[in-house]
């Protein structure tokens, strides 16, 4: 599915793209939330986006160690020269994954994967054996302290297929709470709470839960969703229909959050 | 927690709302920038049954324990500088007098360890410290653990001193400058400050002068205390005194020097109490009441810092 | 090791006494200031053997391993930032091709805590991840200890997850600015680069000026890498292209994303690799070849921090 | 034994005191030294003078977190701002007690102490009983620290009486390798080696050494020292005579490190 066969916000302007979209609906699920922990792409224009609507107080915090940025461009990576100059604090990684992440003060974490299973654990390691992978993927980064120490994550997933929504994960990377509470570890948070695709939102509201689908975008089917599932995705009672973005919305995103569509190609 | 709220309040209402009987109170500052002024209201406010957590427990530390708001203390050291004795804090220890105060003796990196665990919700903090010590012996929080590695040249696995996190209720700071978020710019001795307010539940951070977003977003390095991990801004101009302020004035060294015969004397620490603490609304009064020949005594000279470039996207 | 010793020298020299065949080497800078031309030294010397040390292997790391100086990587990302794949490093990895390469995966946390076990003497470091996860299954580095203290509400003593030190024999790191001695100011992203000086036996900082001791001494607080802990201080302008160092210059996007097709094609890395790496005498040349205007592109306008009073006794 | 009854230092200038005399012999002592971790008072001035003399490139660190300190007035406690102005490097606690000391990087520790054994174990907790002591001291401080971690330390104690040179500690705060070792810790350094009094000097060379008088001051008997040492104090060979303060030394410390006396009282 493509942008364009989305509706049209309010009727007016251009066609909205499926990355405005996720990025319109990301930035929803932030209502009243503090502190992010975001990477560049879509989850900064989620976050963005909720500072100038549903979250006013919103912090986002970077993980290259950058905290309540106020940049001149929009940044190109989590590290950007612009994210620091004008910040209200750069830290240390020790003080960034110890005393911010892993001391709790993260209430939503945003992460991406290669493949996702209906517990919210996932995969950036490897497709096939770790020993001698058929794909080498980048790996944990920062996630695995992510999932443990924020209180709840969001995933985005621009494509949604049987493969990345997988049944058996290739390899668990960033594992949920479950299983690490089956290893006898105490994590801080609930762990994925919010999937966004470009098919519509899988939710899973806390420990034990499998993620669920809850709405699906306008124009897609619960059953297309579930096809496009690579395990037998259960739906919360009434599937609901995205309200698609506002003229607001999309007029906040376009003209100000990202106005050289850095991210919303 | 609000980012964006204006968090500054007078030092009596920062109390008031976060200080309560029974809390946890760390106050911090090695040397340098003791939050003498907040310990000072806390004793006008009549706190009791604190535990206090202080590195280096010194004047302030007698002083709140003369006032009768402490019933335990978490400590590293508790003399008064190199300059003597604390006489209240002797007599609670040597003599219950006029009551006990339950002591619990830490070295100063076991202090500093045991704010690492708590800021980083770590169940313990490893240090290479106690071997063969008498201290753990006399404090149960402080134990071992054996490492899950082989030990150097595949010997057995080594053996190592670990310490528990400490989570103060509240944590006490004074700092030099913040805007009204509570983002923390602390320059010269910065000691275990950040540390400390990251392990806390609630953070109160009182500075020598407020300023403009624009002065802390021109040095985002400088801030040592992000506005998420603070709760309350007070602006209390010398409010470390008799401690320093790098930049701001220098240690009142004599009164560090009297503190010993002023302790001593369960009367003479009883009137300075009821003078300088008791008898004075806030430490506006107590500031106004040393006189502005004695603060000139204690000024400072220029020595800016070299400025560094941040750089700016064209 | 000598305070007072003035430790400049060439990166040539640096790298010829300092990094050996089969030396352990950490390279630091998070996305900031990344010491690409001591890689390229590094490679133009013809090392082998070596294990790098690095938490996001990115460029550099892709252009040693094609240069075939590194039989073992340790690391916590391996990706081309958020632009692309990493050619060479894919090949090793899923093929062999040309030769295995031994791979220790981390996450993020579990390096920063392996520096700061290695930093401090630490036989190990705990950390809360890792529960659940399948690295400790291909990672037998990363293991478990009991906590010795009790669980929150009575429950049984906490399991944690616990990483080793790590210890180079060399770290090699790009800064700002450093004087004759080594004491070493950085600004912007810090990352882990003070860290991973401490856990190193031997340290280079690579800077973009050398500086006179006032400056550095006019800003104590800025130095985070003390010169006790530098064996040697190269000044080389411009050596964390294509990465930027605040304030000097800025990043290389361009070069970010043209590496996923140049790295893809073993024929066109080998010839980027004797252009710009073997077919320069040194990081000078380098620069050169890239020519005024290239620079010009990445140059930044001003933005100096607001200067702190560090005060002068009178 | 007052400071008035020592020897003049060759022949010129006024007496030489007992601080001074202490200073001098502790600043020999730190002869080849890189890194010394010193408290203010004559650990200071010794480290000052051997700056002068023998160690040229001595740096002291200090438990405040200066490094490389260059004050324009000789500081009066460790966290004296003029040692923090113009000094090369301040660093925070963690970095300092745990990458600078514990990290390994500090040759020469000087500690005091209320009482020491032979082993060189030390007390500054309390003389009594710990629970209700006759006199509560201040502590360890980072002397623990500075014991475990240092390659060597010296103590300098002002007086030698058989209380404070004692046969059984009434608390070991800060205990040295012997102790660790059977207590299985492997400590970095191996403790006490110099032990400089208004007497003369104790020494000890490595873990398993008991301290041994190795000199003893001008006008000073050996027998006086053993009378004043509260265990069966032992002689290292022939016990030599601590050569006095040259001319050189006295005018280096009267004159560049301590003009005003503030130490050298």
Known sequence: MSGQELTRAGGAGAPVTSSELLSVVASRELAGRRTVFAGIGLPTLAAELSR?????????????????????????????????????????????????????????????????????????????????PAVRLPGSGGAVEVMANAREVFVVMRRHTPRSFAGVLDFCTTPGPERALADGIRPLGVGVTRVVTELGVLAREGVGDELRLVAVHPGVTAEQVRAATGWDLETAGAVATTAPPTAAELLLLRDEVDPGRVYLR | ?????????????????????????????????????????????????????????????????????????????????????????????????????????????????????????????????????????????????????????????????????????????????????????????????????????????????????????????????????VDAVVVCPRGAHPSFAQGYYDRDNAFYRSWSAISADRVRLRE???EWVYGTADHAEYVAKLGEEFWAGLSVGEALSEPVDYGRRR
Chains 1, 4 share one sequence.
């Open chain 1, 52 to 132: 100038l609507t549903v979250a006013p107080a919103i912090e986002v915090v970077y993980e290259s160690g950058v905290c309540g940025a106020h940049p001149s461009h929009l940044p190109e990576t989590i590290a950007d020269a612009v994210l620091i100059t004008g910040a209200e604090a750069v830290v240390s990684m020790p003080t960034l994954f110890g005393s911010v992440l892993q001391g709790g003060h993260i209430d939503v974490g945003f992460l991406g994967a290669a493949q996702i299973d209906r517990w919210g654990n996932l995969n950036t390691s490897v497709i096939g054996d770790w020993d001698r």
């Open chain 2, 1 to 229: 927690m609000e980012r964006t709220a204006d968090k500054v309040v007078s030092l009596r209402e920062a109390v008031a709302r976060s200080v309560h009987d029974g809390d946890t109170v760390s106050l911090e500052g090695f040397t340098h920038l003791i939050p003498t002024a907040a310990g000072h209201e806390i004793i006008r406010q009549g706190r009791r049954g604190l535990t206090v957590v202080r590195m280096t427990a010194d004047i302030v530390v007698d002083q709140m324990l003369a006032a009768g708001c402490v019933t335990r203390l978490v400590s590293s050291f508790v003399g008064n500088s190199s300059a003597g004795s604390l006489g209240e804090l002797r007599r609670r220890i040597e003599r219950a007098d006029p009551e006990p105060l339950a002591f619990e003796e830490y070295s100063h990196y076991g202090m500093v360890c045991r704010y690492l665990a708590g800021a980083q919700r770590l169940p313990f903090h490893p240090l290479r410290s106690y071997g063969g010590s008498d201290l753990p012996s006399v404090n149960p929080g402080i134990r071992k653990v054996t490492s899950p590695y082989p030990g150097p040249d595949g010997r057995e696995p080594e053996q190592i001193y670990v310490v528990p996190p400490v989570n103060p209720d509240v944590t006490i700071v004074h700092a030099q400058r913040a805007d009204r978020r509570g983002n923390t710019q602390i320059w010269g001795l910065t000691g275990v400050q950040t540390e400390a307010v990251y392990a806390a539940d609630r953070a109160i951070v009182v500075v020598e002068e407020l300023v403009a977003d624009e002065v802390i977003r021109s040095d985002p390095n400088r801030t040592l205390i992000p506005a998420h991990a």
């Open chain 2, 272 to 274: 300075w109490l009821e």
